[in-house]
């Protein structure tokens, strides 16, 4: 049996990892909610949280190609929120609400912003709508989380996460993020990390009635900054985020 065996040593004390318990949220995760979540996830066969940090020993799917359509995996998120919404924070205390490490990314965010905002490569539109959520992530994290109903959220649904097996099914890998929260963030996730914005109507329609998308947008705007920030300036993984979140900040201007 081929196995992926993922350890963590513990988080750095007041880093985003540990504020957020990310490390234990996965193996509980793997523990309580991936028996009875009702989508594809790798099958478990340990997970242990110990002094020394985290233990998974999960089915290694890198067999399987990386990604999923990303129609059909706005189906199968929409599939999860619909079968957990309003009972998965009732069922699960521990899962983490949206606002969670908000004072941490927000610093992060207006640490990263003078040094992403020189790149020459950032469109305007999306230049303006960064330079807007300086000071403005907590906001833009309140806003998010007043959205509802709450459901159980991937928490960081890219087509990264995601493998396509070879019938076509899709699984949701790595559940650190596993959240109680709107399930239209999961949705703008996928669409700001990883969706080309010619298909942002299709996978919105594929994921069906998106209530509130507009107000979570903000939010998820700020986690595809920091990830831009990441990519070396003129990459492809750059082009697609300037992309994509000058969709993002199309989308705003045209519905605010």
Known sequence: ?????????????????????????EVRFYREVAPVVGVRVPKCYRAEETADGT????????????GADPAAAARILSGLHARWSGVAQSRWPWLRAGEA???????LYDRTWPDLAARRELAAGALDLGERLVGGVASAEAQASRVGPVTLTHGDASASNMRTGPDGEIALLD????????????????????????R????????????GLDDVLPALAVQGLLSMADSAPGSDAARGWVARLAATAARLADHS
């Open 200 to 211: 942002w109507d299709e996978v919105i329609a594929a994921y069906g009635p998106a209530a």
């Open 175 to 198: 559940w650190e993020d596993v959240s109680a929260a709107a399930g239209v963030a999961d949705l703008a996730w996928l669409l700001v990390s990883s969706v080309d914005p010619d």
């Open 101 to 107: 490490g908000v004072d941490l990314v927000a610093a």
């Open 55 to 66: 233990l998974l020993v999960l089915e290694d799917l890198s067999a399987w190609q990386p």
């Open 1 to 25: 049996m081929s196995t992926h065996i993922k350890r963590r040593e513990p988080a750095a004390p007041g880093s985003i990892p540990d504020v957020l318990g990310m490390f234990g949220a």
